[in-house]
């Protein structure tokens, strides 16, 4: 038998595992649990505790796979967390490990840290089961924005700071302060930019400048060597790593680290998404209903889309992160007849079962007949050119 773990209880609920073969099941939780250690330890205590890793969720990862080994007959065990992360995470790929997964998870080749830290695959694989590990994935100063804009009244203003901090990320002491002001209506929106900054630190520049990805337009960290490393994995592996912006880093302030992981780099789709949309006419609402969506487009003809855009990898594992959209009809202000699940169209450039995995295993979209899951490209293919041009906005 497997050790009782208190999570237990949640871990057996994780969606999408139910009625499955058990071994699957098992083999979803173990990973789950390692998935959510290794990011968990990145996320909170730095590179330095990956070195000498503890977290009560790779123990219990680790014990599983003890069992599983046993189970397969696998010949070498892991012999403690260091092992589990730097043996098992860091050089074996999905296949090599003693679990089973549905085929269309594609996780034969995948590692689980990549350069010392949590690849794509693994940070997926946690945001797929956010109710399991909601801690590790979600920032503490979203919620509190989020809370304040409604007790307020006033969810435009949490629109808006997530779209200033999608598009700022590095700022000027003069534009701080410019930033700050922005709505001095609202008493909280200064300290909530505060928050959202910090001085480049030392260690953060180079001879006084910081580097700024051309791909994504954040700052970059200023490796041991001298280069510069992008925060997005898209980047790092694209055509983008060698070819840096530099800015003067003296004085200035940078989004932190969480945002840029949090808001920004998802943010960067939704808003080229919603600039094109308002190119085409539509007046573009960004976050409506307090992120109940991405975006909400209506152009001067009444006709009315409400988009999420889902930038991910794996579409196995967006697959269960997909939610019910909103029932906006009649006279609400957000009104819309159609919704779109909308992925960047290079994710399924070469993956043409990209769409057909995402439909197969989403109970959202199945259950949903007036949401389709479609590439960006496609989406705005499907959208009226009205002529003039619409705008991209925060609220109603
Ligand atoms: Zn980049």
């Known amino acids: 038998m497997f050790p009782s773990v208190p999570a237990m209880s949640i871990l057996d609920m994780l969606p999408g595992t139910t009625g499955r073969g058990s071994t699957q099941r098992e083999s979803e939780v173990l990973l789950t649990l390692v998935a959510s250690g290794l990011v968990g330890l990145s996320s909170w205590q730095g590179e330095v505790n990956l070195r000498r890793p503890y977290d009560d969720r790779l123990q219990l990862g680790l014990d599983r796979l003890a069992v599983a080994c046993a189970r397969t007959d696998s010949s070498t ?8 992360v730097w043996e098992w995470c860091a050089t074996k790929p999905m296949r090599d490990w003693p679990l089973v997964f549905d085929p269309d998870a594609e996780a034969d080749g995948e590692l689980l840290l990549v350069d010392g830290e949590p690849s794509e695959f693994c940070r997926e694989w946690v945001r797929a089961t956010p109710d399991v590990v909601g801690d590790v994935h979600e920032s503490a100063l979203v919620r509190q924005v989020k809370d304040v804009a409604k007790a307020l009244g006033r969810p435009e203003l949490y629109a808006h700071w997530r779209l200033e901090l999608t ?13 700050k002001n922005r709505f001095l209506d609202a008493a909280p929106w200064a300290e909530w930019i505060d928050e959202s900054y910090e001085p480049v630190p030392s260690e953060g520049m180079v001879d006084g400048q910081i580097a700024v990805c051309r791909g994504c337009r954040q700052w970059m960290t200023a490796e041991r060597d001298a280069s510069w490393k992008c925060p997005s994995w898209r980047c790092a592996q694209g055509r983008f790593a060698d070819d840096p912006e530099f800015r003067s880093a003296q004085g200035a302030f940078r989004l932190r680290a969480e945002l840029v992981r949090y808001i920004a780099l998802p943010g960067l789709p939704e808003l080229e998404l919603a600039e094109a949309l308002a190119r085409l006419g539509a007046r573009v609402v960004l976050y409506p209903g307090l992120d109940a969506l991405d975006v909400v487009a209506i152009w001067p003809s009444g006709f009315a889309i409400g988009v999420d855009v889902k930038d991910w990898r794996n579409p196995y594992l967006l697959a269960r992160s997909i939610k019910r959209f909103p029932e906006w009809t009649g006279a609400h202000p957000y009104a819309y007849s159609q919704g779109y699940i909308a992925v960047p169209t290079d994710r399924t450039r070469g993956k043409d079962r990209y769409l057909r995995i995402l439909g197969r295993h989403s109970s959202a979209l199945s259950t949903q007949p007036q949401l389709q899951a479609v590439t960006i490209d496609e989406l705005i293919s499907r959208c009226p050119d009205e002529g003039v041009r619409g705008e991209v906005t925060c609220g109603p």
């Open 167 to 179: 598009r700022n990320t590095l700022l000027s002491p003069a534009e701080l302060i410019r930033l």
């Open 77 to 84: 065990l892991p012999t403690g967390i260091a092992d589990l």
